[in-house]
């Protein structure tokens, strides 16, 4: 069995990616760890106790961490996107309580869980990168004993879908996102808003993994409401890169740790993030050149499977 951890801002496409990586028959989720993002932290353990509601996993522990990002207050969530709680805002009358969550803080759960298993952990960090931060600085010795870590997050062709020049995740805590790209020396795989946007599904593949008769898609057709209509606005078709159709960010990092078989071709650059831009800060830098002496590399997700992702996500509504 492969131990994941994960780290989240629980939206909607969080939801879809936690409950494909439960769906896994070869996967231990050996914790969820919460972060600001999407919507506050207090809404994101409440969504995850929900999702594992849904898929009968409650014993899985969640853990509450950052509240905002490492320097200030950033300002940014996605309520217009995900709804204001996160997940649509489909009211849940028999929603988990807060008291499930655990009494143990999120970035203190991580150092442990990887400690106590050397080696073994693939972390998959689908939000903003705070409280991964923040366990680099208080064990600096975590990222040597990941297994492997998978992010989504980022940008490659200097394309926002937040700010001009910034993808969501890094430019909510750009300098989290800087010491986690610079600083953590595992194996490191990036699954960026371009390549999202490349790799996307039809909406008709999208109508046919909702209409599965399952309690799990009915429970999924109710909280991606909301996003699902937003998604074809014309407004949001202007941050797509290539064109309309059904993209589920967070699923590509999680399918990745999961099988690895899932990543066809990825490029290997040393990457880091800018921090001072008037407009670019929070913007992944890319460096196919060699400009940046000592930069650490990392995996740059090019060509999925995705036959291979359709069966996830089918299998994880099941």
């Known amino acids: 069995?492969?131990?994941?951890?994960?780290?989240?801002?629980?939206?909607?496409?969080?939801?879809?990616?936690?409950?494909?990586?439960?769906?896994?028959?070869?996967v231990q989720v050996v914790g969820i760890t919460c972060v600001h993002g999407n919507t506050s932290v207090e809404n994101v353990c409440k969504n995850v106790l929900r999702v594992l509601q849904a898929c009968n996993r409650l014993?899985?522990?969640?853990?509450?961490?950052?509240a905002k990002p490492i320097l200030g207050d950033s300002g940014i969530s996605a309520g217009h996107f995900h709804g204001k709680d996160g997940l649509g805002d489909a009211p849940d009358c028999n929603a988990?309580?807060?008291?499930?969550?655990?009494?143990?803080?999120?970035?203190?759960?991580?150092?442990?869980?990887?400690?106590?298993?050397?080696?073994?952990?693939?972390?998959?960090?689908?939000?903003?990168?705070?409280?991964?931060a923040l366990a680099m600085r208080m064990d600096p010795s975590l990222p040597s004993k990941l297994k492997a870590l998978y992010i989504m997050g980022g940008n490659t062709e200097s394309r926002g879908n937040t700010t001009v020049c910034g993808e969501?995740?890094?430019?909510?805590?750009?300098?989290?996102?800087?010491?986690?790209?610079?600083?953590?020396?595992?194996p490191t795989y990036l699954?960026?808003?371009?390549?999202?946007?490349?790799?996307?599904?039809?909406?008709?593949?999208?109508?046919?993994?909702?209409?599965?008769?399952?309690?799990?898609?009915?429970?999924?057709?109710?909280?991606?409401?909301?996003s699902y209509e937003i998604s074809q606005t014309e407004r949001f078709q202007k941050e797509f890169v290539a064109?309309?159709?059904?993209?589920?960010?967070?699923?590509?990092?999680?399918?990745?740790?999961?099988?690895?078989?899932?990543?066809?071709?990825?490029?290997?650059?040393?990457?880091?993030?800018?921090?001072?831009?008037?407009?670019t800060r929070g913007m992944m830098i890319v460096d196919t050149v060699g400009f940046l002496k000592n930069a650490r590399k990392?995996?740059?997700?090019?060509?999925?499977?995705?036959?291979?992702?359709?069966?996830?996500?089918?299998?994880?509504?099941?």
């Open 1 to 26: 069995m492969k131990k994941l951890l994960l780290d989240v801002d629980c939206g909607v496409d969080d939801a879809q990616a936690i409950m494909m990586a439960l769906a896994a028959p070869n």
């Open 59 to 66: 014993e899985i522990p969640v853990f509450k961490g950052a």
């Open 96 to 132: 988990p309580g807060l008291e499930l969550v655990q009494k143990e803080n999120a970035v203190t759960a991580i150092i442990r869980i990887v400690n106590e298993n050397p080696g073994e952990v693939s972390l998959a960090a689908t939000a903003p990168l705070t409280n991964l």
């Open 168 to 186: 969501f995740n890094f430019a909510a805590d750009p300098e989290a996102a800087y010491v986690v790209l610079n600083e953590y020396h595992c």
């Open 191 to 226: 699954a960026c808003w371009e390549f999202t946007c490349h790799s996307m599904l039809s909406w008709e593949f999208c109508d046919e993994w909702l209409a599965q008769e399952t309690s799990k898609a009915r429970f999924m057709k109710k909280i991606f409401r909301h």
């Open 243 to 279: 064109g309309s159709g059904f993209i589920s960010c967070d699923s590509y990092a999680v399918a990745a740790a999961i099988d690895d078989s899932f990543i066809i071709e990825s490029d290997y650059y040393p990457v880091s993030v800018e921090l001072t831009g008037t407009h």
């Open 298 to 318: 990392v995996f740059l997700m090019k060509k999925v499977d995705l036959e291979k992702f359709k069966q996830m996500m089918m299998a994880a509504l099941q």
